[in-house]
């Protein structure tokens, strides 16, 4: 069974804090390292995480307000004196294209592997065999996305008894009609997949929210995710500022992961004037039980349903 | 008395590890924080130790390899999100004020407060009032300066025993004296600071390696200096190696040291290899006893001398 495990490496937001580091959350399934944002200081995150930062695949960067990419460079050149020869992909709204060109181009460094950048907007759906990137728009103060990853459908439930039945010996057979292949027994007999398999059955899917005002659009972005990660930079108290600043407070946060009925809700980018989440936290769990104001190294597993 | 302290806040070398930031040296003087070379992660250290980032009044960075000025960014912003008002000098080799406009052009950041670049080359003196910052060119594989940090001369010890035979009355003009000020008192005798002061005393001085190979020229920068921060990437086992990059051995640097009679070499930019750097401090002080291979946060209290 695949894993899919979420690693939170930064968890404040605007300024790293003793406790907290600057914006970026990583998605670990089977091999591949995602980020969703890389704040300044990421790639120490990473040394001080279970994570190799070599096996990052791609980078998926939410707006340019600098908590949110300054730690592109750094990583990008640690990299490189590591002998990294393989491409990375980094993606973002309108203007990627430019920045990375600017982030590639600081003092004498000078990029000897591939790295492509990418321009997305409302709409765009990226297909990476096994799973795919969604991508809205929300309301910050500049042009920001939202991200989902969804993994595609998965092949039913397999059908032991129902195989044996049919004839169909233990071993090899079995693996191929999981996979979705059709088999040919040696009596001739042609076995499709569907008569052996259940229906099939939905993969995870994640949504992360980028720095935004609640907005009712994200209930529908982020309908029966089995996580959303959503930014709460402020609690209640702070609701007039939170809206001015282009921030959620984490009830706001909370009423969109109960709309959208969500399974969990991570809150992150918590503004640096909390030394403690709980406030964060506890306000969220009044209107939605599933809710968990993350730390930085956080790590949470997100199991596929059966 | 002004006390002088020196903030290792980032050792390490090329890139950032789990015990070590890159690379950035602090000096607080006078309610003015100074830092020299300024890497990824910069502004979290600073958060972690007992230095305000808004005191920060000069960066100075002696070269354009990423490690030792990614931090710049993400200091100047969250500067600015804490409302800093008063202006921020960054100094550095020749290309310093267009890396400055890169830096400062990144995502949708515009300062609203005066960050001023200046070049500099080997043979500048900037003169701030009561100590004089000196450049020379060093070798590294890029245009890279080396700093000292030197205090003026300051007066003489104060005469009590003989401003009091000279009739001058304890309080104010024993002060007004000591500032080098010529007094009259009340009886209409001229006293020339001279009469009460000792012969002029030297000022502190400490001296900044940057990345370079050790070079002769250094041991004249540092002739007598209280404290030559000197780069230490590599034990003398890797000293082909380190001649390659443009790096130091710890012996070589503990040689200079010596050389240049130093009181105190301290080695950092010690490559992400060395789990431990005893190895760095043992062999520096085969050659040099008073060698020390500093750690992140470790503070140097440089006293003046009588």
Redesign the interface.
């Known amino acids: 069974m695949t894993q899919l495990r979420i690693i939170f490496l930064g968890t404040s937001g ?5 406790k907290r ?2 914006p970026s959350v990583a998605i670990k399934r089977r091999g591949e390292v995602i980020l969703f944002d890389c704040g ?2 990421t ?2 995150q990473l ?2 995480s279970k994570l190799s930062y070599m096996q990052i695949s791609k980078i998926f960067i939410t ?5 949110h ?3 592109i ?2 990583l990008v ?2 990299m490189q ?1 590591n002998d990294r020869e393989i491409p990375l992909h980094i993606f973002g709204p309108k203007g990627m294209n430019k ?1 990375v060109n ?2 590639l ?5 000078a990029p000897n592997y591939d790295i492509i950048s990418h321009e997305l907007d409302e709409g765009t759906i990226l297909d990476f065999n096994d799973y795919l990137i969604n991508v809205i728009r929300v309301k910050h ?2 042009p920001t996305i939202a991200y989902s990853l969804e993994e595609k459908m998965r092949p039913g439930k397999f059908n032991k008894p129902k195989a044996l039945k049919l004839g169909i010996p233990e071993g090899p057979l079995f693996s191929k009609l999981q996979k979705g292949e059709t088999v040919i027994l040696k009596n001739g007999k042609k076995i499709k997949p569907s008569m052996v398999l259940g229906p099939s059955r939905k993969g995870r899917k994640i949504v992360i929210s980028g720095d935004t005002k609640a907005i009712d659009k994200m209930i529908g972005f982020a309908k029966n995710a089995d996580v959303l990660i959503h930014e709460a930079t402020f609690d209640s108290t702070f609701e007039d500022l939170s809206s001015d600043y282009g921030h959620s407070t984490s009830k706001q946060a909370a009423r969109i992961a109960k709309e959208a009925k969500v399974d969990k809700l991570l809150l992150t980018h918590i503004s640096p004037r909390y030394l403690d989440s709980n406030v964060i936290q506890k306000e969220a769990r009044e209107v939605f039980k599933n809710s968990f104001a993350v730390k930085d190294f956080q790590e949470v597993e997100v199991k596929l349903k059966d």
């Open positions: 605007s300024w790293p804090t003793v580091s600057a300044e200081g790639q120490r040394q001080k707006h340019f307000h600098g908590d990419f300054l730690g460079p750094g050149q640690t004196l920045l600017q982030l181009s600081l003092g004498y460094f103060g500049v």
